[in-house]
């Protein structure tokens, strides 16, 4: 990477204030606390019911059923023993009943009271219900009482149970539900007062990160609890999303300083040409040459400047969108047809090996752009008479190698360390035209194609070792 | 030829301006977007050269769907900052003919002027190319000169057909890269320079007259008079 500031420091922290916190009704915290409560309340309500079917609804259910009963027993008697027997057995009940609950009250068909323990006969008994709900008097007490009616032969009969100690049991069973309805309710509010503000608890982090992030300072993460729940889960990938977006900051802050510092070298340069034409210059012709090497500068400036953008460019990944499949083997072709003239120009000899087809994804123009480069390198640090190599290849796993190889000087092992950085230049190349870009840019390429590139001699041990640059290229992607 | 130069930059419309009314051309300058619509779908120009971003609310791309959609099918040439690839793809989807980044050699400028300007027909392909004594039949792919057959290699075939094509303009050498081959890179070194003077060498062996010329600091340019 260039000299200058380190990347991806935050240039200043904006007084920024973070959205409004929701209101009560918008917050997802209240909300699943409400669903909570409901479901709860509903669960409590379902209970209650079931308890009171079986408690409050049996005993009703046994009260007809024992009235029933009794209405029948009697009337056997009446068929096997007559009026007489009926009331015998009447006032027998009406003995041996110790709770007083029992209530009986045979009329004649005139209406004299032949036997029981009721006074009169109630008004609502002449209805055409047989099974009567009615407050009586009984023992000169006013009670609710269940009465059923038979109606016999020249008889009448009223059979009926006192009901007020079961109604005073179903009110108590009544403030029962109600306690602990209102007992539900209140745990059912704590619990989810108690979600949401573990909610809150478990979101503030992130949401404390993501403020910082939009005041500016882009190094802040997420902090996980490690318990790998999805509050994890949701920080790793906001975490993920916030390297990549850091990565392409730095990739853009890479142009700028480029721009800020890089370019002033080969500015200064040009600058100090003309300055030096423009005071040295003897007539016309030589001022003629000055500014001509003057433009040809500034060509090679906006040179650098557009080698800069592509190197940026591949190493922010932002060329990905530019991917397609292509034949390497074609280009190869193209590139070698190029500089083998060039090297045959300098009476060197260009030496390939390559399959006839090689297909892969990726930049056309990045490739082409990163194979010239290694290309015209090697043929400017071999001497006359030496002998280039270009191959590929496909690997077994798919990878895709690409060599360029030279009988030059070679690098060593600290340049080689320091070279793909921007505008490094070995040593012994300081003369040879050229700017030092172009193995950052074949690194950054290799990069984007989700690959790596390896600096070795080409002929170890000899003298010599020359330079072999091999590209190791993801097949897919 | 009449052009019409949409450029805001007074400097560099300047400058333009200056050098094809030099090379002969009648040239009508627009300084925004707006005048620059107006003018094109207005008047008749031979050829539009176009800068990429404009003030005025409407851009060079802008212009050119416009013109598109209303049939207009004047040559363009986009002068463009913007020099990514994708802009350059944006700028030739939206209609334009060809694509120059700033900063740019006035004689690249005038040279794909020309070449545009003379585009080959599509509605009368050639089956034949002819400069001087020199002939190229696009049907056999053969190349002939004073009835002498020339090998060439395929690549060099079609080199040699884009420079008949263009016979007697300036051809630069990034056209050449950029038309024969289609590649968009920066080769560093004079790669098309080989290749030219190659055939070139196959073309003039054993004729005292030679076709391909090199115009200093533009290009190359095929013609029959020295």
């Given amino acids: 990477m260039t000299a200058g500031s380190p990347l991806g420091a935050p ?39 079931v308890m009171w079917w079986a408690t409050a609804g049996a005993l009703d259910r046994q009260l007809v059923a024992a009235i029933r009963a009794d209405t029948v027993a009697l009337t056997e008697r009446w068929r096997e023993g007559g009026q ?45 219900e047989s099974f009567l709900r009615i407050r009586i008097m009984h023992d000169g007490i006013p009670t609710d009482a269940r009465l059923l009616r038979r109606d016999l032969p020249g008889l009448r009969l009223l059979v009926g149970r006192d009901e007020s100690e079961r109604l005073q049991l179903r009110l108590t069973l009544t403030e029962g539900v109600a306690w602990s309805l209102g007992a539900s309710l209140i745990v059912a509010l704590l619990g989810a007062s108690l979600i949401r503000r573990a909610l809150d608890r478990r979101l503030e982090p992130t949401f404390v990160t993501a403020l910082g992030i939009a005041g500016g300072d882009l190094s802040r993460r997420v902090p996980l609890s490690g318990q790998g729940d999805e509050f994890d889960r949701l920080g790793e990938s906001m975490n993920t999303m916030l390297d990549r977006i850091e990565s392409l900051m730095q990739g853009v802050k890479g142009v700028s300083d480029a721009i800020a510092h890089d370019l002033r070298t080969p500015i200064a340069r040009a600058r100090s040409k003309l300055e030096e034409g423009l005071i040295n210059a003897q007539g016309q012709d030589e001022l003629r040459a000055a500014m001509e090497q003057g433009i040809q500068d500034l060509d090679g400036i906006s040179r650098i400047f557009q080698a800069l953008l592509r190197i940026t460019e591949a190493e922010a990944g932002a060329r990905r969108a530019a991917f397609a499949p292509l034949d390497l083997s074609e280009m190869l072709l193209d590139v070698s047809d190029f500089y083998g003239a060039a090297a045959e120009a300098r009476e060197q000899r260009l030496e390939t090996d390559f399959p006839a087809s090689l297909p892969m994804v990726g930049d056309r123009d990045l490739l082409m752009q990163a194979m010239a480069n290694l290309l015209d ?12 190599r270009l191959t590929a290849r496909r690997l077994e796993d798919g990878v895709v190698e690409l060599a360029v190889s030279d009988s030059g000087p070679g690098l060593s092992a600290q ?61 897919s992607t | ?42 008047e008749q120009f031979d050829m539009l050269v176009l800068d990429r971003m404009l003030p005025g609310g409407v851009d060079g791309v802008r212009i050119v769907e416009t013109l598109r959609g209303q049939g207009n099918r004047t040559p363009v040439l ?31 400028l005038l040279a794909r002027v020309e070449a545009l300007a003379r585009r080959p027909t599509v509605d ?20 002939t000169r004073s009835g002498r057959k020339i090998d060439v290699q395929p690549r060099e075939f079609r080199l040699l057909e884009h420079l008949m094509r263009h016979a007697g303009q300036v051809v630069t050498r990034t056209m050449l890269l950029e038309k024969v081959w289609d590649y968009h890179f920066d080769p560093q070194t004079n790669v098309i320079d080989v290749h030219v003077s190659r055939l070139r060498q196959k073309l003039d062996k054993g004729f005292d007259k030679p076709l391909i010329h090199t115009v200093r600091n533009a290009g190359y340019m095929i013609r029959a008079e020295p």
């Fill in chain 1, 11 to 49: 240039n200043r922290i904006l007084p920024y204030r973070g959205a409004a916190p929701p209101r009560l009704t918008q917050s997802a915290g209240f909300r699943f606390a409400a669903f909570f409560t409901l479901m709860f309340l509903v669960a409590a309500v379902v209970l209650v019911s």
């Fill in chain 1, 84 to 128: 007489l027997a009926l009331q015998d057995a009447i006032q027998e009940r009406i003995a041996l009943d110790i709770s007083n609950e029992a209530i009986y009250l045979l009329l004649s068909d005139h209406g004299e009271r032949l036997a029981g323990n009721l006074e009169t006969w109630p008004a609502e008994a002449n209805s055409d």
């Fill in chain 1, 377 to 388: 390198n090697a043929v400017k640090f071999t001497p006359p008479g030496g002998v280039l």
């Fill in chain 1, 415 to 475: 340049d080689r360390a320091r070279a793909g950085v921007r505008f490094f230049r070995a040593e012994p190349s300081r003369h040879m035209p050229g700017y030092g870009l172009g193995l950052s840019l074949v690194r950054a390429v290799a990069q984007l194609h989700g690959g790596t590139v390896l600096l070795e001699d080409a002929i170890p041990g000899a003298s010599p070792p020359g330079l072999c640059v091999r590209l190791l290229l993801s097949g």
């Fill in chain 2, 1 to 42: 030829m009449r052009i019409l130069l949409v450029e805001d930059d007074a400097e560099v419309a300047r400058f333009v301006k200056k050098g094809l009314q030099e090379a002969g051309h009648t040239v009508e300058h627009a300084g925004n977007g707006r005048d620059g619509l107006f003018l094109a779908a207005s």
């Fill in chain 2, 78 to 108: 986009f002068l463009s900052a913007l020099g990514a690839v994708d802009e350059r793809v944006k700028g030739l989807k939206a209609g334009g003919d060809d694509y120059l980044v700033k900063p740019f050699a006035f004689a690249e």
């Fill in chain 2, 124 to 143: 009368a392909p050639a089956t034949r190319l002819r400069v001087a004594d020199l002939e190229l039949d696009l049907l056999s792919r053969t190349v």
